[in-house]
Structure formats: structure tokens, C-alpha cells
């Protein structure tokens, strides 16, 4: 992809094949780490949300499809790319990397095949402050950012006792926040995330803030439940303050959540590596899980996505085809090409489930003791519709636009009054 153009003189810049204006008040795009429709009007809906519930009237109020697999770096790095898997080249939190043959995190900037929106930003003189509740996604999301104090900073709530000029443009994180390092296992981990970016508005006002939490709360709670209004509720007073700073605020989801457990309160699971070590033989096939990542308690690394690796394609995907709770059974081709994946990033076979199934591994290799909550969890198609919210209204009607998570810069930056 041709490197980024200012063009001064109208104003706008080109990244990744699409042209934003620069922005004339500081921008906030907010992704929401696993926020269902339904959380957000459930909280309005019990007057926990007073900011909510005057944006949902007021301003631009939406539902987009994510990018499938319905997971949390694929996602974030479309909304920050503006592009599908396809181009950014991240299609899992883990995977088969074929240049090693190894299973690994897609943590590591190297697997990014663009730039995001942020250096090119910064280039035509934005400051820029990207802010994440997991460390995980700070290497992929500030890549090719120049930190400087005051100017660009990237940090996680997570690691905020480890801030440094060199690595994250700042330091001191948790004095300007006034709140200790949260647990990783918390809803003040995202909770930091919010006060860390009114901090930094009231002090820096970047033009450009991109702000990311953690699912941990909505792999736990369903919309309307009181742990979640809770959540949202402590949400709504940190986006009202963002607003009162006259910011442009888009908010939006890397994925959905669903209920994933049966009758008996247990994760309704298919265990895809052992049902194809019955079908052809101990370890013949291997079925990779891309949700895996360092933090798997919430979710024991059961999502409804998986890709497979295997021979004899046709006699396998018609035997999936016949168990119950498989959504969809595509070869690599087909994937790439119905979810703008990267082809050389996914297995032989990409496994979807259906809305409350998900897919394992061998059931001896999941943790599970980590679920005291039945089992929530996200990755398929189920998993695609998010909100796509904004405090302005659109500068003109939307007609029948197909809107994705990673038109949130777009959004904020061309579309809205
Ligand atoms: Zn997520």
C-alpha cells in the first residue's frame, strides 16, 4: 500500500486507501473490548447512564459488523488500520506462524503489514494518545510512533507502573491518573483506561486519543446485570467528562459476547482436536484456537473460531458439516475471501460454531477451573454485530451503508457535523 499523503490544502490525509480529514477538535474513538449490543441501553434503561442515554438520542447511534474472527486483535487493529485482516495482516490473537512452523502470540508489531492511522497523524502534526487495559495490544497499536512527551504517548493500565519516556512517551502514569496499577483481572483495569484519558486531555489535549478496554467484565455479566450497568454506569461519567471538553467521541466494539454454556451451567463445547484425532488418528490433524492469549481464566481459551490444519479437505469438512453446533466449515480460500482474512495467516479448514457452542481443543487441554461464571465468549458470526455510537449526529443521512467497526475514524473524522 502506497505510504500515506498530507494534502494541505484540503486538509485531509490518505492512509491505508482512505482519505480522512484532519481533525479540528480532538477526536476520542473509544473500542469497547467485548460490548454487545444491549449493554449500553441496559444501563440507560436502568438511569445508569445519563451521558448514554443523551448520545443515543441525541447523536449518532448505529450497529456495525466487526471483523470475523470476532476476537479482540484482529479488531482493534482493523479499527486502527481502517482496513480488514486482509491488509493489516493480523487474523488472531495466536497462531501457526508459517515462517517458523511455531505457535505463537500475534502480539509482536512485525505481523502488522500496514501503519496505522497514528503515524501518519502525527506526521501532519497531530499529538496522539493511545491508551490500552492490556499490554498486549500497546506494541501492535503504537507501532511506528514517535514518543514524545506532551506529544505521543502509549501505555496500558497494566503496565503503568513500567512507564517510561523511551518506551511509552510518559511516565509517572499512576500519580497523573491517581489510581494504583489495577489487577488484570478487573474492571478498574478498563476503569483506568477512561481516568488515564481525561487526564491526559486535560493536560496534552491530543487531537487524537484512541482508547481500548478489556472484556473481562462482559465475559462475566450480561447486559442489563447489575455488575455490568455498574461498569457502564462508571463509564458514562468518564465519557460525559471527555465531552464536556468538547471532544469527538465514536465508540464502538472489537466483538460481541454470548452465552456459551447448556443447560447444565457448563460450557457447551466441541472438542475439534479430539474429534479429528478419532476421525484420522492421534495429532494427524492440529487445530489451532486464535482467542488463545496470555489471559485465559475469563474464558479457558474456548471461543467459536478455529482454524485447522489437514489433509483430505473434503472428507472432513462434510464431517463437520454434520455436527451440531457448527456454524460454518470454509477451506482457507473461502475464509480469506468472506472475511477478508489473510490466507497465508489461517489453517486448512476455519471452524465457526454457532451462537451458544463453542470449539476446543482435547478437553484435556482446557483449564477451566478459572470459570465461576458460566462461560460467556465470542469469535464467530455471532459475535459480529457491534454499536457504532457517536455524540455528533451524521452530516448527512447514512442511507443503506454497511458499516464495520473500522469506519470509527471515518466516522469521527468525515462524516459527523
Ligand atoms: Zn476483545
Not at 508489531?109 to 492511522?117: H, M
Request: one cysteine or more; aromatic letters at 8%; hydrophobic letters at 40%.
Amino acid at each position: 500500500m502506497a505510504p500515506d499523503s498530507i494534502n494541505t490544502s484540503s486538509g485531509s490525509i490518505d492512509v491505508n486507501g482512505r482519505r480522512y480529514k484532519l481533525p479540528k477538535q480532538p477526536t476520542v474513538v473509544v473500542c469497547i473490548d467485548g460490548s454487545e449490543p444491549g449493554y449500553i441501553e441496559s444501563a440507560v434503561k436502568a438511569r445508569r447512564a445519563p451521558w448514554f442515554a443523551k448520545i443515543l438520542k441525541n447523536g449518532t447511534n448505529l450497529l456495525a459488523d466487526c471483523v470475523v474472527p470476532s476476537f479482540t486483535n484482529p479488531n482493534n487493529l482493523s479499527i486502527v488500520t481502517g482496513q480488514p485482516p486482509k491488509v493489516h495482516g493480523i487474523s488472531g490473537n495466536y497462531f501457526l506462524d508459517p515462517d517458523t512452523g511455531k505457535e505463537v502470540m500475534m502480539n509482536d508489531p512485525k505481523f502488522l503489514r500496514v501503519e496505522t492511522l497514528f503515524p501518519s497523524f502525527q506526521r501532519a502534526g497531530c499529538r496522539i494518545a493511545v491508551v490500552t487495559a492490556k499490554d498486549k495490544l500497546r506494541g501492535l497499536l503504537g507501532k511506528d510512533l514517535k514518543l514524545v512527551p506532551g506529544k505521543a504517548c502509549s501505555f496500558s493500565s497494566e503496565k503503568s507502573d513500567k512507564t517510561t519516556i523511551a518506551e511509552n512517551g510518559i511516565d509517572n502514569v499512576n500519580a497523573l491518573v491517581g489510581m494504583p496499577v489495577p489487577d488484570v483481572y478487573s474492571a478498574a483495569l478498563s476503569e483506568f483506561v477512561f481516568a488515564a484519558g481525561v487526564k491526559l486531555m486535560e493536560r496534552d489535549r491530543p487531537e487524537i486519543m484512541y482508547l481500548s478496554t478489556t472484556d473481562y467484565i462482559q465475559h462475566k455479566h450480561a447486559p442489563g446485570t447489575p455488575v455490568a450497568n455498574d461498569f457502564y454506569s462508571m463509564m458514562d461519567g468518564y465519557m460525559a467528562r471527555l465531552d464536556a471538553m468538547s471532544c469527538t467521541i465514536v465508540l464502538t466494539a472489537d466483538h460481541g459476547m454470548n452465552a456459551k454454556f447448556g443447560k447444565d451451567g457448563q460450557p457447551d463445547v466441541i472438542y475439534l482436536q479430539d474429534l479429528f484425532d478419532g476421525w484420522v488418528g492421534k495429532d494427524k490433524a492440529k487445530v489451532i484456537l486464535p482467542i488463545t492469549d496470555p489471559y485465559v481464566v475469563h474464558h479457558g481459551a474456548l471461543g467459536s473460531y478455529a482454524v485447522v490444519y489437514c489433509a483430505n479437505l473434503e472428507q472432513w469438512i462434510a464431517k463437520l458439516q454434520g455436527v451440531p453446533g457448527i456454524e460454518a466449515v470454509l477451506t482457507k480460500a473461502e475464509a480469506a475471501k468472506r472475511f477478508e482474512l489473510p490466507a497465508d495467516r489461517l489453517g486448512d479448514l476455519v471452524v465457526v460454531s454457532t451462537k451458544h457452542k463453542v470449539l476446543g481443543t482435547s478437553a484435556a487441554r482446557h483449564d477451566l477451573s478459572g470459570l465461576t461464571e458460566p462461560l460467556r465468549s465470542h469469535g464467530g458470526i455471532s459475535e459480529q454485530k457491534v454499536p457504532l455510537i457517536c455524540n455528533r449526529k451524521l452530516a448527512a443521512p447514512a442511507g443503506s451503508r454497511h458499516w464495520r467497526n473500522f469506519d470509527a475514524f471515518d466516522l469521527a473524522f468525515n462524516l459527523v457535523a
